[in-house]
Structures are given as structure tokens and as C-alpha cells.
């Protein structure tokens, strides 16, 4: 697995001003306890209020668990966001995993397992279905980008999407590989050498997020305080 210390990001807020965050790359017992003592009470309160139809489709997981069955598996890697002292994001990524583009077939990519905002950033589990913090499955994505170009894989990442995400991954242009019937029948996802350098150089972000990703570009690509282990 390969660390850095930690990473200086901003969040975008509701209000269009931002807020300093970090980003890092392991799941910590202070992130984990934060799921516990905070996400889950949040979330279990705010599906007492909206029909089950409505439910996000991640709403049932445990990161406690994931960290449980992730934990000691040399080809699994965690990440976080942190910000104002709360953990308001966390990721699993599976390396190598294998691409499934034509022409690319068995080309090694980092593989998001699992990518979860806390609850107060997703929009169906607010009153006011606006988000606290913005841009953390952004950052995520940028984090997969860096870790598989530091792997050698060129930053090509892949990922199976809920159904509620997909119009997410859509807007980053990534290549739709259709559903899987291998996988819950979720749709595939993969994001090539070319395009994942395309987003962490900011040519592919949206305009109100310009400042997207400059700060994570430059800053965690200069192996000096990296260590791999």
C-alpha cells in the first residue's frame, strides 16, 4: 500500500464558500468511531422520515464491517476527508484489478470498492436536500487517479456504479461498459490513462469548480513524503 501523510483540500459549501479539509490515505480508528457515534445515529434518525422507496441505495452500509473484512488484505486500500474534526467521507480500493475495455482487456486499474459521503453531504438525507459539504466523491476519484498512477497503471480506475450515482460518474466522462450481470446488475465503469489525466490537470471539471483538484494534483503526485508499505 502506498501513504502519504495527509493532503490539504478545500470543500465547497452550500453557501459557495469553502472550508480547509484533508484528505487521507488509510481509515483511521477516529474516522471509524465517527461513522459510529455520529454518521450512524444521523442516518438511522433520517430514515425514520422518508418512505423506503426513497432510501439512498447505500443506505445500508457498515463501514465497521468493510473495515473488518478489508483489513490485513494487501490489495485493499482505505482513504478518508476530514474536515472541522469529522470524518465527511470514506473509500476502499481493490489494486490491480483488470480492465475490461476492448483493446485494454487485462490491463491493470485501482478499483473503487466503495465510496461513501457522511450523511450530512447527500441530498436525500437532508431536510433541506442540500448538502453540508460538496466535491468529496471528487476528491476520491483524483485519490484512485493517484494511487494508480503511482501503482504504474497510468490512473486508469474502474468501478461499478448504484443506480443513483450513475449520473454522477456520467459527468466525468467515464467509459459506460454497460450492466453487469456478474455484479448485482450494476453498470461498469472504467476511466482511461488519457481521461484521468485530463481531470486531475482540471480540463474536465465543471465551471463553478475551478479550484477543483489544483491543490491534490501537485501536492500528492511529489513522492517526498510518501512511504510504501
Given at each position: ?42 442516518k438511522q434518525n433520517r430514515l425514520k422520515k422518508i ?179
Amino acid at each position: 500500500m502506498i501513504y502519504l501523510n495527509n493532503c490539504s483540500i478545500r470543500l465547497g459549501t452550500a453557501s459557495g464558500s469553502y472550508r480547509k479539509a484533508a484528505l487521507f490515505t488509510r481509515i483511521s480508528e477516529k474516522n471509524l468511531r465517527d461513522y459510529y457515534d455520529h454518521w450512524k445515529p444521523y442516518k438511522q434518525n433520517r430514515l425514520k422520515k422518508i418512505p423506503f422507496e426513497n432510501y439512498p441505495d447505500h443506505w445500508h452500509w457498515d463501514w465497521n464491517a468493510k473495515h473488518s473484512n478489508f483489513t490485513g488484505q494487501q490489495s485493499t486500500q482505505g482513504f478518508a476527508i476530514t474536515c472541522r474534526n469529522m470524518t465527511q467521507g470514506m473509500m476502499f480500493v481493490k489494486a490491480p484489478y483488470f480492465s475490461k475495455l476492448p483493446g485494454a482487456e487485462n490491463h491493470p486499474l485501482v478499483y473503487i470498492e466503495y465510496l461513501e459521503s457522511a450523511p450530512w453531504n447527500i441530498k436525500e438525507f437532508t431536510d433541506s436536500g442540500i448538502e453540508r459539504y460538496r466535491d468529496i466523491g471528487t476528491y476520491f476519484l483524483c485519490a484512485a487517479i493517484w494511487l494508480s498512477k503511482r501503482k504504474g497503471y497510468g490512473g486508469c480506475i474502474g468501478l461499478h456504479s448504484l443506480i443513483q450515482t450513475e449520473s454522477f460518474y456520467n459527468k466525468f466522462k467515464f467509459v459506460d461498459l454497460g450492466n453487469d450481470e456478474n455484479y448485482s446488475n450494476l453498470r461498469y465503469y472504467e476511466m482511461t490513462a488519457e481521461q484521468a489525466s485530463n481531470l486531475l490537470n482540471g480540463r474536465d471539471l465543471f465551471p463553478e469548480q475551478p479550484y477543483l483538484m489544483l491543490n491534490f494534483a501537485k501536492k500528492p503526485l511529489v513522492p517526498l513524503k510518501s512511504r510504501t508499505a
